[in-house]
């Protein structure tokens, strides 16, 4: 398989490529040349299979060229050993419509560990292929760094620096990051906000003088949902829970909670690859922007306001230029074009074909903190189940859509509620225990490096402690 870049310019690169890039040179994103698609009969023959072995059906067509079917086997068996579920992904029905897919039973919790178990096994097995090393650099506001961390903790070809802002993250996401003790993992409490982490990491990507000014070459890479590898192991959780339901003899709808729009364009490549899904509900809180271009084709940026699920307060959508771009015929250049244009103003009008393209599968819904407490009491009333402030606003949106009754629903759960149980207990009045496997959380010792908010203490901080490229 080949991959594009959404903005036409950067050179075509095949797995293993663009899984160790990240991000197109030309500012693009990597998609697949074209989306394979599988019969109704393929899919009616995925009933029943283990999650690894369904894991290697839905990817083998994205990989090839770069792993074996046997590599691509034994690098999930081993990513999906860590989770504590057998099912990976269990499916949990709530009433006769709705049903939640739990995403949140890998190390860290949150649904992230799905791709990232898999993509810290991709690093190292392409790394090990070339004699080389890789130097990960991130920004989080939590689940990410956690998720990243705990899947390349210890691997001897990659050095990890993952810069969270100083203060603004929760007792457990910091703990996650910090008591992993490994030589090869950094954490770094950043003096600011998370886009001002966000801006250091931009632009270290593209500082040359970096690598230069300390004697080495560094080859940096993305863990965030920029890396298409991410998207692709999200593909198979949804091939999961539609099998269970009925697939492909039934169409099946899914509520996401969205923030960067990469867990729901897996469903739409799930979609693309020939799973009869009936709508794609993109459930956002008050940080509305992907509703509002949804609704009215309006794609402007406004202030980020915090709230209770913290993971979708984003204004910015990296992964919805993936959409535009397939939805647009498929046009670099005027893509290209289009996010330009974003960029320089912060806001952009849809075309009428990603806007009609967009409509035939996507809804949204905006949820408020009031609405997300309704959702969280609901769950808990009808059928025992405590949610996380993320997957409560999937599944009021899910509730809310009013699709027909004769469709199934699935909220994707997208964390545990122990994760955001401050949230949790001022919505519930009851405080969400850590799972057991979490229990020594709060008595492991933390390390991390303080540093104040100024790019070049972070860059000469990375500069010194990474392993240069070979
Ligand atoms: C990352 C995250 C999301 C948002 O997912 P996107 O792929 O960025 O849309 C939602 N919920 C939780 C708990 C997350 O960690």
């Not at 770069?66 to 579920?85: I, K, P």
């Not at 070809?157 to 910091?174: C, E, T």
């Not at 009851?430 to 010792?445: C, H, I, T, V």
Request: glycine residues 8%; aromatic residues 8%; proline residues 4%.
């Amino acid at each position: 398989m080949k991959y594009i870049s959404t903005r036409g310019s950067a050179p075509a690169l095949d797995f293993e490529g663009v899984t160790l890039a990240g991000l197109a040179s030309d500012g693009g994103l990597y998609v697949p040349e074209h989306w394979p698609r599988f019969s109704e009969s393929e899919i009616a023959g995925m009933a029943g299979l283990s999650y690894v072995e369904l894991a290697v059906r839905v990817m083998t067509p994205f990989v090839e060229g770069s792993l074996t079917q046997e590599e691509l086997r034994e690098l999930c068996t081993r990513a999906y050993g860590r989770f504590s579920h057998d099912a990976v992904t269990p499916l949990v029905q709530l009433d006769q419509q709705q049903w939640l897919l739990e995403l949140f039973h890998g190390p860290t919790l949150a649904f992230k560990d799905v791709a990232l178990q898999l993509l810290g096994r991709l690093f190292e097995h392409f790394l090990a292929k070339s004699d080389d090393h890789l130097t990960i650099v991130g920004a989080t506001s939590g689940d990410t760094g956690s998720a990243a961390i705990d899947a390349v903790a210890g691997r001897e070809r990659i050095d990890i620096f993952m810069l969270h802002p100083k203060g603004r993250v929760s007792d457990v996401q910091r703990r996650q990051m910090t008591t992993v003790r490994a030589p090869n993992v950094h954490n770094l409490a950043i003096e600011g906000s998370f886009d001002d982490a966000q801006a250091m990491v931009k632009r270290m990507f593209n500082d040359a003088d970096m690598a230069a000014s300390h004697g080495g070459r560094f080859r940096i890479s993305a863990v965030n949902s920029i890396n298409w590898a991410r998207l692709m192991a999200q593909v198979v959780y949804y091939f999961a829970a539609a099998l269970q339901l009925g697939a492909p003899g039934r169409k099946v709808a899914f509520s996401v909670p969205t923030g960067n729009f990469g867990d729901v364009f897996a469903g739409y490549v799930a979609a693309q690859m020939g799973l009869p899904i009936e709508r794609l509900i993109v459930a956002t809180n008050v940080n509305d922007i992907l509703h509002r271009a949804l609704t009215t084709g309006d794609y402007s940026a406004g202030t980020v306001t915090p709230t209770a699920a913290p993971s979708m307060d984003i204004q910015v959508s990296s992964n919805f230029e993936r959409l535009l771009f397939d939805l647009g015929g498929r046009d670099g250049a005027a893509m290209a074009e289009q996010m330009r244009g974003f960029e320089s103003s912060k806001a952009m009008q849809l075309t009428n074909s990603q806007r009609e393209g967009a409509a035939g599968l996507f809804s949204s819904a905006r949820v408020d903190q009031a609405e997300m407490a309704q959702a969280m009491s609901w769950a808990a009333e009808c059928c025992g189940q405590t949610l996380d402030p993320h997957t409560a606003i999937g599944l009021y949106a899910a509730r809310t859509a009013g699709l027909d009754p004769a469709t199934p629903v699935v909220t994707l759960a997208t964390a545990h509620p122990a994760k955001f149980r401050d949230a949790v207990e001022r919505a519930t009045g009851s405080r969400p225990a850590l799972p057991n496997r979490m229990g020594d959380l709060f008595e492991r010792s933390e390390s991390f490096s303080e540093l104040p908010g100024e790019y070049e203490a972070v860059a000469e901080f990375v500069s010194k402690h990474a392993t240069p490229s070979s």
